[in-house]
């Protein structure tokens, strides 16, 4: 017996109900205390990083990473709703490809469509 799989991802917010409908809007995510979110089976990596790593901002304890499908499609649709949708090649790797967004109150966001 362990563990099989995260069973939440549970973060302060200034405005719960405004960040919960902003992640149903633009991601699709039912968040918040009554919601449960049915994902797909796949990859996740639990992994800490460096107190002085910059591979996300310094300012957050933590990233949240999600797989999605269409990132392309995605990315033009949030730029389109107005979020700042950063890419880099050099984050275009075997593993597949990602961006990154962040949330209304600064959490960054790297989607990540895994490669075929």
Do not use: C
């Not at 919960?20 to 996740?44: C, F, N, P, R, V």
């Amino acid at each position: 017996m362990g563990v099989t799989g995260i069973g939440g991802l549970f973060f302060r917010s200034r405005d719960p109900a405004a960040r919960a409908a902003w992640y149903k809007t633009h991601l699709g995510i039912d968040a918040g205390s009554e919601s449960i979110w049915m994902q797909d089976a796949g990859m996740t990596v639990f992994a800490p990083f460096a107190a002085d790593s910059d591979y996300f901002d310094a300012a957050q304890s933590f990233m949240l990473n999600l797989r999605v499908e269409g990132i392309d499609a995605l990315a033009a649709r949030l730029e389109a709703a107005g979020i700042a949708v950063e890419r880099r090649a050099e984050w275009d790797t075997p593993y597949g490809k990602f961006v990154r967004i962040s949330d209304p109150e600064g959490l960054p966001i790297e989607l990540w469509e895994a490669a075929e």
